[in-house]
């Protein structure tokens, strides 16, 4: 850096904190959602689970099934 038309500078800090410009533009933005996407979201996450828990139970019942029958299959690999 070069100073011009003055021999030296002489400066003061008199605040440094969190609310300076460079730290408040440092912080990440918020993120916005609708309304409509919140209740999206809530119902696919909805969604997701109620596929989990009926997998769940369908390979219980079909585990039970078979085991109770005394049916075996060459393509279910027990």
Do not use: C, D
Not at 6 to 12: A, D, K, L, N, Q
Not at 17 to 25: C, K, R, W
Not at 27 to 48: D, H, V
């Amino acid at each position: 850096m070069l100073l011009r038309n003055t021999p030296s500078v002489i400066g003061v800090v008199l605040y440094t904190g969190h609310e300076t410009t460079i730290q408040m533009n440092n912080e990440a933005a918020r993120y916005k959602s609708s309304k409509l996407m919140s209740s999206t979201n809530t119902k696919i996450k909805m969604i997701f689970l109620s596929q989990i828990i009926i997998s769940m139970i369908s390979a219980v019942v079909g585990t039970v099934w078979q085991v109770q029958t005394g049916e075996t299959h060459k393509y279910l690999g027990f």
